[in-house]
């Protein structure tokens, strides 16, 4: 009966090159995670509240602010209507990073957008 030991050692050298290469891949691979992005050393995260934007990131380099009517259907046919705070961040980091723009509604973030490079 053929040993299958034998067989497996041979193809060691390979498995172990693909598995260092799949850690050097996560552990060099941006720091981006859905609706989110990094801020010098810290992680900002769709949910998160401004004040604790804030803190990570510092003063972004422009704020926008509006008011949307939001309607919402309470029972069948009945609808409440409320007025929702909208603020719009501009986050330029220089020449070398994508500028990102951060939406907050009601002091939360809801989405991060990536623009160009920045200036």
Known sequence: MPCRIGRSRRHWPAIAVRALLGATLVAT???HAAGGFRCGNR???EGDRIDEVFRRCGEPTFRSFSIEA????TAPGIF???QVQVETWTVNRGPREFIRYLTFRDGRLVRVDE???GY
């Open 70 to 73: 939001v309607s919402i259907e």
């Open 115 to 117: 623009g160009d490079y």
């Open 43 to 45: 992680l900002v995260h």
């Open 80 to 82: 409440v209507t409320r």
């Open 29 to 31: 691979a941006p720091a």
